[in-house]
């Protein structure tokens, strides 16, 4: 199968397989972050439909922390730091 | 899904312009499909808790309005701050 594909064709397939990787990564990374976040910071009574200042800020600095937080983690694996 | 993804097919030949389309529309679909299938989820977790009746009482449906809106409200806003994050820009504490 390999013969087949001329050298400038496989490395268009590696560039659409990794943009449609980063894409997947980045939809995931921001369902991971608004589910968390609106668990963290939106009151489940839902007394009313609007969200509220406390509300804002939390989901504000959530977001902040969330993306801080992905960073550091990245930089540790990324290290060769062992998880333990 | 961003849009600044949708800039960058500009400077691309036509194929391969087509098939990044197409591949950022099924993600779109796959994206829309899981957040409908979670946001049931979630508002059903915290709106229904009896089940004297099998059809939805007027305050689990009221409920169950307010935490669609408020879940949309807020992935708008998660968005915007996302997308700030993304550039680079300095946020307050």
């Not at chain 1, 939106?42 to 969200?51: F, G, H, I």
């Not at chain 1, 989901?59 to 992905?70: E, G, L, P, Q």
């Not at chain 2, 939805?56 to 708008?76: D, N």
Request: hydrophobic residues 35%; aromatic residues 8%.
């Amino acid at each position: 199968m390999a013969s087949n594909i001329s050298p400038a064709a496989f490395d268009k397939e590696q560039i659409f397989g990794m943009a449609e990787k980063e894409m997947e990564y980045r939809v995931e990374l921001f369902n991971k972050m608004t589910q968390t976040c609106f668990k963290k910071c939106v009151d489940n009574r839902y007394k009313e439909s609007e969200l509220n200042m406390g509300e804002n800020s939390c989901i504000d600095r959530c977001v902040s922390k969330y993306w801080h937080v992905t960073n550091l983690v990245g930089q540790l694996l990324g290290s060769g730091r062992s998880p333990m | 899904m961003d849009k600044s993804m949708l800039a960058d097919l500009d400077s691309l030949p036509e194929a391969d312009k087509q098939r990044m389309t197409v591949m950022i529309d099924q993600l779109q679909i796959r994206d829309s499909l899981r957040m409908y299938n979670s946001l049931v989820e979630r508002c059903f977790n915290d709106c229904v808790d009896t089940f004297k009746h099998k059809s939805l009482q007027k305050q689990e449906e009221t409920c169950v309005r307010r935490c669609a809106e408020k879940f949309l409200k807020h992935s708008m806003r998660v968005g915007m701050r996302f997308a700030e994050l993304n550039q680079g820009a300095a946020t307050q504490d």
